[in-house]
Structure formats: C-alpha cells, structure tokens
C-alpha cells in the first residue's frame, strides 16, 4: 500500500489540480516535440516534481513511468572515489548533485557528458534527446553552477536539462538566463481543501469541510504535507469529526516548549538548559534553520510590537552566520543569548517606567 | 531523368557539406539550398528548431555589431592593415563582446581557417594555470602560415580568445604574461571579461582595452523587431516595452526571453505578462502591497504578506531588486531615511549571496523599512 501523496500524484498535464493555465501552456510547449532548458522553481510541496513527471510522460508516453535506480561511480582529479545514486528510465535521468557536497562539479560534468553523447539511433520515431533532471539545484557550488552553464549549451543538441530547485535567489544569473523559468506558485488554501475532498473521495471517505480547512490551514500550503497530515489523521480516528486533534510532529511540540522556556526565565541557567534542549533537536537531524525558524516564529508571537522588530533583525543577523559557519550549536545559542537579552532589558525598562 | 537526379544529389551534398561546415556557412548557403526536395527541406527545419535564436542571429560580421560604433570603427581600421593589436574586451553581458572578436576572426580569416587559427577558451573549460602553460602556449607556439590552401594570402597569425577572463587565477593570468609577449609573432590574444578590475594590470597593460556599452533601448527594439519579423512572432508593442526593460540592456536576455516566450505561445500574440512571467519579474501590484504592510505599523500583517510572496516561489533577489527602484522614487522619505534602508539592503542582498534564509532576511529588511516609515516621522 503506497502513500495517498504517491497513489494520488496526477500524472497526466491536463489532470493537474491548480495551475491550468500553466499545465495548458507546458502542454504547448512539449507539443511541438522539443522544448528549452526549463527551471522549475517553487517552495516545497508546490508539485514541482510532478510538474516535470507529468511532462516527461505527456513527451516519451508512459514509457518513463518505469524507473530504475543505478549506482554511478566517479573519480575526481585528485582520485577520490564517489558514488551517487539516480533513479532513471529509458529516457531520462534523475540526480541529486548536491548529495556529494563538494564534489558535484564532476558528477554534473560526467554525468551530463554520458548521457549527451549517446545519439539515439532511430530518430524517426523517438526523440532525439534525453532529459536529465537535476533537483536542488539552489545547492549546487558556484564551481558546479559556472561548469553546468558550458555544458548546456555544448549538449543542447542531444541532451535537454530540467533543473529543479526551491528559490532562484542562489542559480546564478548565468543559468537563469540559459533556461525558461516555471514558477510553481503553492496552492492556496482553498485548493489544498479542495484536493483533499477529492482524494477522499477517491478512497471512499468523508471529510468534514471544517476539518479539511484546518488541515489546509495548518499545512503552510505545503500540499505534501496537507495530504500526510490528512492520512495521518485518517489512521487516527476515523470517521473523521470536525474537531479532532491533528497531529504535530514531536519535534515541533518539543521545539515549541523551548520557546516558552526561554519566555519564562532569562537566565544563565536556563539558557544552560534550552542549549541542552537544541542539541536534542540537532542530533535528531532537524535541520539548523528549521529550528531557527521555528524558534523565530514562536518567539515574536510573545512578545511586544516594537521587540519584534528587533528579534527578527538579529534572527536574520545570527542565521546568515548559521549558514556561513561550521557549527550550528554555536549559532543558535548565541540567538537564545541574544533574546533573552533584548527581553530582559525590555521588561525591567517597563518595571523601571512603573516607578 | 538522370541529369535531374544528379542535379538532386549535388543539391543534397551541397546540404551535408553546408551543414558539416557549421552555423556560419549553413545560414549563407540556406537561399541556395532552400528549392531541394520536400524530405530535405524538413530535415532542415528540424535542425534548425535546435539552435537558440542568440547563435542564430549572432552578428555574421563586424558591421553587424549594433551599438558599439567605437570599437567597430577601430577593428575594422586594423581589419583592413590585416592586423590586431591584444585586445582587451569588457562591458556587461549580453553587450557583444563575444560576438565582434568571433565576427572579426571570421573576417581575418574566413569561415574554413577560423576553426584552425582560433583557439576559445571558456570559464567552464578547465583553464587553470596548467592549462595556460600547456594548452595555450603549445598552441601560440605553432606558426601560422601567410597563405591559405587556395594560395590567396591570410594574416599570418592565430587568435586566442580567453572568454570570461576575470574568472581566471591570478597565477593563471600572471602565467599568461610572459606568453604574450613572447608570442606576438603568431599569436593575438583577445581577454574578454565583465570586470577589468579583475584582470592583473600586467596584461591589462598589453593590451587594446575597449568598453563595451550596454545596447540603448532603440538597438535593442529595432534588432528584437526584426528577430519577430524573420520568426513570423506577433508581440504587441506592450510586450515589447516589457522585454527592453526587463533585459536591462543585456539582448542575449532579450532575445532568449523571446524565444521562450514563443515557444510557449504557439502562434499567439505575446503579451506582457507572459514576458513578466519568464523573466521571474514580479508584478507591480505585489510590491505595492508589500509597501503598504509597511505602512500598517503591524509586524502580523508583514509578517503574512511576506509569507504570501515567498509561498508564491517568487524569488528574494527579484524582490529586492524591485524594491530597491521603488524605495528610490518614493517620496514621504528623506535622504536619510533612503539611506538607511539601501544600507540594510545591501547587507541583506549580501546575507542572500551567502544562502541565508530568505522569510528572515526580508523580514529584516522589512522591518527596517517599517521602522522608517512609520516612527522617524515624529
């Protein structure tokens, strides 16, 4: 049993929920059989990816709907041995570059490389190109970035790139401007609500409409999630009741107990114990500047307007070093640190006014 | 019967030939060739849709060069000595640096030695300094002959186009001195780079240095008119307006954006939102409603309306970039107050360049913004 985020993926361009003007004008573009370089970009849970399936099933046919996954080997120049994994088909080629860190530089350029040089035979009825899909691109070295430029234009004849990332603030201009940018706007609320009614429906279930917008709501407009989150609540209780409890993930609970802890006391103590608190969240792999973040938004919701202001201004200062930096303890605490400061100080200028 | 089938196949080998040659030839001989059979002329066609409009329309000789009339004149003065000095070529992209050294060297030698005599080397070609002393010096090395095959006399050098030079080392760039010199029998180098800060004063000292203009807003309407004209493209005159301002004087942006534009609207009027669209530009409305949440004083309603644009995958470069023309014209500030926040736009457009999250560093700017706006005024 697979997944309602899986088994309900459209795989078809014109089955696609939200977005119709775009999946017509996609549709266009692949109908001529060749199509640019295109960057597929959009905040996470948008459907970029199933943008890009459905694109590659409307070029080849169902043909790419049946995946592999190989083990590719390099060699940098100075001998280090890589290894990285892609999922591809007859057609196309799907990577993470960024998975080696580093060294992604040679595994664009190899890669790339073997799959452009291999000429379909019969052009008459297949294409005469493949496509490879890079995802994450946004995390590509400058090195890999500058080295996938020449490439593109040097393979364009038998290779076409879909690039694929979160935010186009990090592709440096020279690739923005070799591909024909997509934007995959996040649904609005009231799509995701939609979508969920309908993939219950398909399962046979009934979802109040109350609690399909809580859902939504919670979601961020992140479909993915909204669809999880749905299943989960399935699993849960079922039939569904308009008020039930939607879960959270623990570490968002856990994370949000530690805002209230730095709230509730500023001191050297406590601050000894919210680190504690951080380094339990770091060795449970939840990314640095989620955490941030969620600190952040939980932070400002208490305290007073003209403070936030200022939260935000050393949250911005103090992540920007997060993402410069080696290690992320050091970081975070310097922001606890630095909160608990600008709160203190408020609150005894506001004790000091009373007097 | 015979005759005209050996007349089809010339006309066929006359294709392949054309075809073999490369870009520059083909499109010469494509009038020629244009009244072969029907399978042949479609095999062109198909080949054709492969070639980005930027190669296509790639200026074919140094006259072509729009906008650049100091350079063109000095070039074609050295053209006609059948000589070159060391060039050194730099402006902003897309202002056709690339295209005057390729145009000129096809002039210098025609279209079948250009392949022999020039050598390009790109930033995304290794071009470390092993690359310099091996690649590069066995190949200014070599003499050029004064003669081409057919007896008729050539300039007796070879070009060596370093393209995107300020993204060479320094030890790079400094192993590339001495060669110069050395090699000024047989060999031109052509620098070509967007910053001349970049390029180490020992060479920059050797060579021609030319500035190369960002294309004004006539060139770039008259060239994209006649792109449209030659494709059979409807663009309104809206989309137009829209194309010029957002390539900012860059055509190769222009021209790519166009043929995304049209590959996308098959055989419909391009419109200005489509060209917004492909350009990741966002529409004045969003930025206007982002200026009032500054306005309102609460830190929610920035907070929600920043959310929004981000949600909507527009990109946080874009945003600031737009910003920042906004913050400049508007009025209810001061001098002071501007200043303030470009500073903070500087260093958030910094923070960004790092990979710093971007909800934060808009809210910081933001912020900022908001804090201007509504408390200095007292």
Redesign the interface.
């Known amino acids: 049993m697979s997944l309602w985020v899986d088994k309900h993926r459209p795989n078809l361009l014109n089955k696609l929920d939200y977005h119709k003007d775009q999946a017509t004008h996609l549709k266009k573009l692949v109908h001529g059989g060749d199509f640019p370089h295109l960057l597929v970009y959009g905040p996470s849970g948008a459907g970029k990816k199933t943008r890009i399936m459905c694109l590659l099933r409307e070029l080849y046919g169902s043909g790419v709907e049946k995946l592999r996954i190989e083990q590719h080997h390099f060699t940098t120049p100075s001998n280090k041995k890589l290894e990285i994994s892609t999922i591809s088909s007859n057609y196309h080629i799907e990577v993470n570059p960024s998975d080696v860190g580093n060294n992604d530089r040679v595994v664009i350029q190899e890669l790339i490389k073997n799959v452009a040089q291999v000429n379909q035979l019969e052009t008459s009825c297949q294409k005469d190109f493949k496509v490879v899909v890079l995802t994450e691109v946004d995390r590509l070295t400058k090195d890999a970035q500058h080295a996938l430029r020449r490439t593109m234009e040097k393979y364009m004849a038998t290779c076409r790139i879909i690039l694929c990332c979160n935010s186009t603030s990090k592709v440096i201009p020279a690739i923005q401007s070799r591909c024909l940018g997509v934007r995959v706007a996040a649904p609005a609320v009231e799509e995701i609500c939609k979508i969920l009614q309908n993939v219950c429906k398909k399962e046979g279930l009934t979802l109040p409409t109350e609690l399909a917008e809580r859902i939504a709501k919670k979601s961020n407009r992140n479909l993915r999630r909204a669809l999880l989150t749905c299943e989960a609540c399935k699993v849960q209780q079922y039939p569904f009741s308009g008020d039930q409890d939607i879960t959270e993930p623990d570490w968002e609970l856990y994370l949000r107990e530690t805002a209230a802890l730095i709230v509730q006391q500023q001191t050297p103590k406590r601050l000894l114990e919210v680190r504690g608190r951080l380094y339990e969240l770091l060795t449970h792999c939840i990314p640095p500047d989620i955490i941030m973040k969620g600190l952040v938004q939980e932070l400002i919701s208490n305290c007073d307007g003209e403070l936030k202001i200022e939260v935000v201004q050393s949250a911005a200062y103090y992540e920007h070093r997060l993402q410069m930096g080696q290690k992320a303890i050091y970081h975070l605490e310097a922001f606890v640190a630095k909160f608990m400061a600008i709160y203190k100080r408020f609150l005894e200028d506001g004790i000091a006014d009373l007097f | 019967m015979n005759y005209g089938d050996r007349q089809n196949n010339k006309k066929k080998y006359l294709t392949m030939q054309a075809f073999l040659k490369g870009g520059s030839t083909f499109s010469k001989n494509k009038e020629k060739t244009a009244p072969t059979t029907s399978k042949d002329a479609k095999d062109l066609k198909e080949t054709k ?2 070639i ?1 409009w930027v190669e296509k329309y790639r200026p074919r000789c140094v006259d072509d060069v729009a906008h650049q009339e100091e350079v063109v004149s000095v070039l074609k003065k050295s053209l006609e000595g059948e000589d070159l000095p060391n060039l050194l070529f730099y402006g902003p ?1 897309g202002t056709g640096k690339t295209s005057t050294i390729l145009a000129a060297s096809r002039e210098l030698f025609g279209a079948d030695l250009v392949k022999q005599r020039v050598l390009e080397l ?4 290794e071009r470390g300094i092993d690359v310099v002393r091996k690649k590069v010096k066995n190949f200014s090395q070599l003499t050029a002959s004064g003669t081409r095959p057919n007896g008729k006399p050539c300039p007796p050098f070879k070009i060596v186009i370093l393209d995107e030079s300020d ?1 060479m080392t320094r030890p790079a760039q400094a192993a590339l001195r001495r060669t110069m010199e050395k090699q000024t029998k047989t060999t031109r180098f052509c620098l070509i780079c967007n910053y001349v800060s970049r390029i180490i004063e020992p060479i920059a000292s050797r060579c021609a240095k030319f500035r190369f203009m960002p294309l004004s807003v006539k060139t770039l309407g008259d060239r994209l008119k006649m792109i449209c004209e030659k494709e059979n493209i409807q663009c309104s005159e809206e989309a137009m307006t829209a194309l010029i301002d957002t390539s900012g004087g ?1 055509m ?2 222009a021209i ?1 954006y166009l ?2 534009a049209s ?4 055989d419909e009027e391009i419109t200005k939102t489509d060209i917004f ?4 530009v966002i529409l004045d409305e969003v930025i206007d409603q982002l200026i009032k949440a500054c306005h309102s ?3 929610e309603k920035l907070g929600t309306c920043v959310k929004d644009i ?9 945003l600031i970039t737009q910003l920042h023309d906004k913050i400049v014209q508007m009025e209810e500030l001061d001098d002071k107050q501007k200043s303030i926040i470009c500073e903070k736009l500087a260093i ?1 457009d910094k ?2 360049m ?8 808009i ?2 700017l933001t ?2 913004m ?2 201007q706006i509504c408390h200095e005024q007292k």
Do not use: W
Not at chain 2, 122 to 125: E, I
Not at chain 2, 354 to 361: I, V
């Open positions: 849709k492969h980005p992209p790109n930033a995304s070609d993204s860059d190769r942006k790519t043929q995304s590959r996308l609207k098959v669209e492909i350009a990741g004083d609460s830190y981000i949600c909507d995958g527009h990109s946080a470069m874009q958030v923070c960004l790092d990979g710093a999250d971007e909800f934060l560093q809210m910081a912020g900022v908001m804090q």
